[in-house]
Each structure stands twice: as C-alpha cells, then as structure tokens.
C-alpha cells in the first residue's frame, strides 16, 4: 500500500541564514549546522491509521571556494521515534503499541568548476525506516520516504521545501 501526500510548506527555517555572513565569494571554508526539532504526523500504511513522528534533524551546510572551483554541501540527519495517534495528533493508549525508532541520514556535495552559480537547485530524498522497538515481530514497519528541494542563490541557501512525503507498508 502506498499514499502519497504532498506538501508545499517549508518544514525548516535555517534561522540567521538570510543576510549572514555566508558569503560565496570567499576564499575561506564555512560551515554551518542547526539542530531543528522535527514533529509530524503520518499516514501509517501499515495499520490504517496515523503516527506521530518526533525527533531531532541536524541540517550542515558548507560551502568553500578554491582553484578548482566553488562547492556546496548539505548534509541532514535525523533521528526519533513515533507514536500511534488518533487523526488529528491524539495519542492512542488502548492497547498500545510499543514506539517506532526510525534514524537517517542523507545529503549531497555539488562542485562548480566555474566558480558560483547564480542560481543552483537540488531535490534530496530522505527515507526513515519507521521499525516498533520490539522484540515480538509486529508487521507493522514502515518506510517514510520525503522529498526535500533546496534552492542557491549565489551560493546561499534558501529555505528547504518538503515537496511530498510518501509512505510504504514494508
């Protein structure tokens, strides 16, 4: 079973990156990184009903210019676990469930010979393995496969995008 939710809202705000010194004709390597609590609510494939998605993400991005050209990196990881809920975010105690554990990471380098592009976009796919911390198999594990597009202008990163969120019964 597969739904497919799309989502146009920006799921991340890199705080202090809009006219900081992140400057894409320097010479110097910059790196940065934020910690961003990260809490959504899924679809569950699996079980029909929804689950409530917590945890941290770690976004780095570094940029650097040398000889041999401009280079821009991102990096996000995540890591957290979810809960069964009700539709509109209640958690379901009945029965429950023990909680999902989920960890990812993924990211991209892209290289400019040339030097800094005026404008560079980049479409990321994270995919979170949503498994019950269990010792009993339950049939319930999911993979929650987001969509993420970021946008450089000049070397300097606009607001991530999460463009859709797809959700698969494994």
Do not use: W
């Not at 676990?81 to 023990?98: C, K």
């Amino acid at each position: 079973m597969k739904t497919r939710v799309s989502i146009a809202v920006a799921t991340m705000i890199l705080v202090g990156l809009t006219g900081s010194p992140l400057s894409a004709q320097t010479a110097v390597p910059i790196n940065y990184a934020f910690d961003l609590p990260l809490a959504k609510v899924t679809s569950n494939p699996c079980t029909g009903g929804f689950t409530l998605v917590q945890g941290t993400a770690h976004l780095a991005i570094a940029a650097s210019k040398s000889t041999s050209g401009f280079q821009l990196s991102v990096t996000l990881s995540g890591s957290g676990n979810g809960i069964d809920v009700s539709a509109d975010g209640t958690p379901i105690v009945v029965g429950a469930q023990p909680q999902y554990l989920y960890a990812s990471r993924f990211g991209a380098t892209t290289t400019f010979p040339e030097g800094v592009p005026q404008y560079f976009e980049r479409t990321l796919i994270a995919n979170d393995y949503l498994m019950r911390d269990s010792l009993t198999v339950t049939n319930d594990s999911y993979m929650l496969n987001s969509t993420f597009r970021l946008v450089f202008s000049n070397g300097l990163p606009s607001l991530p995008v999460l463009e859709s969120v797809d959700v698969v019964c494994k």
